[in-house]
């Protein structure tokens, strides 16, 4: 559900009123310290508790080989999380990074291991350049851990400027991510 391109719509979020565009926000998953799974029931179970925030979809859960961190850090648990939102993307950012904190993640170097990550990839079609928060996620099209799951819940949808999830998907490279069959997460 994007927003709609016609230039003569006033984007409520810049009013003071109550009203608030609905959009589509995708949240990705990753874990790999400590119990993973639970890492990231967890972190589900608070992303279902954010007020102003609905969950239409969870994907099933994939284990993909560490990207960019140091050698030898251990694999990840991934998945996504397809919700609706009224809440401004500097707010479900602060959302996301405090969700992050209750589970003990630690912020050393980039890549390094951790037991939980939780990234906004999109927020409807907002596209934001700011130094300390970027959207859409800026590789988030080239990762199989989030593509992949995304597509498997939401196939059509969009990461602005880069395009369908769908055919992305077939775009990134799959041999370092399987489906975790029998490992599903449910909203508790």
Do not use: C
Request: no cysteine.
């Amino acid at each position: 559900m994007n927003e709609t391109p016609n230039p003569h719509i006033i984007d409520a979020d810049t009013l003071t009123g109550g009203f608030r565009p609905i959009r589509r926000v995708v949240v990705a998953l990753g874990s790999n310290l400590g119990d993973r799974v639970a890492n990231l029931q967890g972190a589900l179970n608070a992303v279902a508790d954010t007020p102003d925030l609905e969950v239409v979809g969870v994907s099933p859960v994939y284990e993909s080989a560490a990207v960019g961190g140091p050698e030898g850090s251990p694999d990840f648990l991934n998945a996504v999380v397809v919700v609706d939102s009224t809440l401004h993307a500097r707010t479900l950012l602060e959302r996301a990074l405090a969700i992050e904190d209750a589970f003990g993640r630690v912020r050393t170097e980039p890549g390094a291991p951790r037991t939980l990550d939780v990234d906004l990839v999109v927020v409807g079609d907002k596209v934001i350049e700011e130094d300390d928060f970027v959207l859409p996620h800026p590789r988030a099209h080239e990762r199989a851990f989030v593509v992949l799951p995304w597509a498997s819940v939401d196939a059509d949808g969009v990461i602005p400027g880069q395009g369908r999830v769908g055919d992305l998907a077939g775009e990134v490279d799959t041999t370092t991510i399987t489906r975790v069959h029998g490992l599903e997460l449910r909203i508790e």
